[in-house]
């Protein structure tokens, strides 16, 4: 009896060890994700201002005649209604080029927002993408670009620091998580546990086995969905996930056998373990705590890859699916 309970206690204090260590993880882990996007916001905001004002400084002769006409009018007494009224008469009745240009009047700051078309960006059907830039009426085009690579600068200043501040902070976070996981290894370590059978593969993840005899894995975190993609996904296997938060990345393992050539091939995915394994993604996702009703999808192996778009990124545990989702029937959340 003794034995028995302090098998019972060895386990409690090994599972408290392992939630210990998954939390520290999960912070570290969401700290990343908090740094990255905000570095990433910072040198976005960088490299918009830093268009804004090539543009400006491209168009400045288009620029100083819009700003010519605007304040010539505002001299001679038009009041900023009527002037309104003037530049979307002449854009509609007239197509008057200097008058296309210009988006909006801001009477409170002094300040014109024109559309000056970007040359070095098109969108996915080849035309040149637009963007509005704001121009004080009272600068020229120079003297406004002069302005805008200045605020460029110290934007850029403070976001190195900023940046550096992160970083920083960040270090400190993972060399506090690594202090908390290696806590939590060395209590794992001190409980003596009596042999237990030897743990299948897939258990490391969350996992189970279909009615008609399936296995379903899915990815615990973002790391976890990353291994299982890229080392268990094979041919004639399903990836199923769901356009919900925080929903699992799964895998449908097929089943294999041997044909007479002697060559191994998957066979066919039933309907009814898609649909198993697609209730799965769901529970595992933010409709389990909503008790939403929604639908899970699924792909072929094949449609699955690590490979982004040009100029974009994938983040751990995120991928690109090309061509058709096949979407499962809505499900009930039962696991």
Same mark, same amino acid.
């Given at each position: 009896?003794?034995?028995?309970?302090?098998?019972?206690?060895?386990?409690?204090?090994?599972?408290? +060890?392992? /939630?210990?260590? %998954?939390?520290?993880?999960?912070?570290?882990?969401?700290?990343?994700?908090?740094? @990255? $996007?905000? #570095? &990433?916001?910072?040198?976005?905001?960088?490299?918009?201002?830093?268009?804004?004002?090539?543009?400006?400084?491209?168009?400045?002769?288009?620029?100083?005649?819009?700003?010519?006409?605007?304040?010539?009018?505002?001299?001679?007494?038009?009041?900023?209604?009527?002037?309104?009224?003037?530049?979307?008469?002449?854009?509609?009745?007239?197509?008057?080029?200097?008058?296309?240009?210009?988006?909006?009047?801001?009477?409170?700051?002094?300040?014109?927002?024109?559309?000056?078309?970007?040359?070095?960006?098109?969108?996915?059907?080849?035309?040149?993408?637009?963007?509005?830039?704001?121009?004080?009426?009272?600068?020229? +085009?120079? /003297?406004?670009? %002069?302005?805008?690579?200045?605020?460029?600068?110290?934007?850029?200043?403070?976001? @190195? $620091?900023? #940046? &550096?501040?992160?970083?920083?902070?960040?270090?400190?976070?993972?060399?506090?998580?690594?202090?908390?996981?290696?806590?939590?290894?060395?209590?794992?370590?001190?409980?003596?546990?009596?042999?237990?059978?030897?743990?299948?593969?897939?258990?490391?993840?969350?996992?189970?086995?279909?009615?008609?005899?399936?296995?379903?894995?899915?990815?615990?975190?973002?790391?976890?969905?990353?291994?299982?993609?890229?080392?268990?996904?094979?041919?004639?296997?399903?990836?199923?996930?769901?356009?919900?938060?925080?929903?699992?990345?799964?895998?449908?393992?097929?089943?294999?056998?041997?044909?007479?050539?002697?060559?191994?091939?998957?066979?066919?995915?039933?309907?009814?373990?898609?649909?198993?394994?697609?209730?799965?993604?769901?529970?595992?996702?933010?409709?389990?705590?909503?008790?939403?009703?929604?639908?899970?999808?699924?792909?072929?192996?094949?449609?699955?890859?690590?490979?982004?778009?040009?100029?974009?990124?994938?983040?751990?545990?995120?991928?690109?699916?090309?061509?058709?989702?096949?979407?499962?029937?809505?499900?009930?959340?039962?696991?």
């Amino acid at each position: 009896v003794d034995k028995f309970f302090s098998l019972i206690e060895d386990q409690r204090q090994l599972q408290k +060890a392992e /939630a210990a260590e %998954r939390s520290a993880k999960e912070r570290l882990e969401k700290i990343r994700r908090d740094q @990255e $996007k905000r #570095i &990433e916001g910072l040198l976005e905001e960088q490299e918009k201002m830093k268009r804004e004002a090539t543009l400006v400084e491209t168009f400045a002769s288009d620029i100083d005649n819009a700003l010519l006409v605007i304040n010539s009018a505002l001299e001679n007494g038009m009041d900023w209604d009527d002037l309104e009224s003037l530049v979307e008469y002449e854009k509609k009745e007239n197509q008057n080029p200097v008058a296309m240009l210009i988006t909006r009047l801001n009477l409170k700051d002094d300040t014109v927002t024109l559309t000056l078309p970007d040359p070095d960006t098109e969108d996915e059907n080849g035309v040149v993408v637009s963007v509005d830039v704001t121009v004080s009426r009272k600068m020229s +085009a120079h /003297a406004n670009a %002069r302005v805008m690579f200045a605020q460029t600068r110290q934007k850029k200043e403070k976001s @190195e $620091k900023t #940046i &550096e501040a992160s970083l920083n902070a960040m270090k400190a976070a993972e060399m506090n998580a690594m202090k908390q996981l290696k806590e939590s290894k060395s209590k794992k370590d001190k409980i003596k546990m009596v042999p237990t059978r030897k743990q299948f593969w897939w258990e490391k993840f969350n996992w189970f086995i279909t009615s008609d005899n399936y296995l379903v894995i899915g990815g615990r975190d973002a790391q976890q969905n990353e291994v299982i993609v890229k080392r268990y996904l094979r041919p004639g296997d399903a990836y199923l996930h769901a356009d919900v938060h925080g929903a699992a990345s799964c895998i449908l393992r097929a089943k294999r056998r041997r044909n007479s050539n002697g060559v191994t091939e998957a066979l066919p995915l039933p309907e009814q373990a898609l649909r198993e394994a697609g209730t799965f993604t769901i529970c595992k996702s933010s409709a389990w705590a909503s008790k939403m009703v929604t639908s899970a999808w699924w792909v072929e192996s094949h449609q699955v890859s690590k490979t982004a778009p040009t100029g974009e990124y994938l983040t751990v545990g995120s991928f690109m699916v090309r061509g058709k989702k096949n979407y499962l029937p809505p499900s009930q959340l039962e696991m």
